[in-house]
């Protein structure tokens, strides 16, 4: 399904209200677990997410095309339908904020993992076979004096 199933202009904007209530509450639900630092939790709704977010996507473009599509709705309905997208554009945009707060974080992450693994290979023994001399790195060099020589 990739476009709403109505008869006429008001089932459509009916039934585009519901979908956007429906995708904001999603998007809400998937905001608070990455707040809450659970987004392994939110792939259980992904495909019913993607899902409505596609069929929105082609709604909102043939409405843009095609205005005759929600013409003649009731103005309570109109109203309904623009606070409904207004709290979804809201939605997606704390969403969005959270998500790049979360990109940063992981980010972070990644980076001084891999930091401390690239300093722990690169970092060579001060003694024994294979050693190097310390002074290059800037720690104490350690000197051992055979005084019988």
Known sequence: MSELA???SFERAQALLQLTERLTSLIERETALF???????????QDEKSRLANVYRVEIAKAGREPQRLAGIPAALKDALRRATQAFHKALAENGS?????????EGM???IATEANRQRNQTGTYGPGATQAASTGRPLAVAVNQSA
């Open 6 to 8: 109505a008869g006429n």
């Open 98 to 106: 959270v998500l790049k707060g979360l990109r940063a974080v992981t």
């Open 35 to 45: 707040r809450a630092r659970k987004p392994q939790d939110a792939l259980r709704f």
């Open 110 to 112: 990644v980076k001084s």
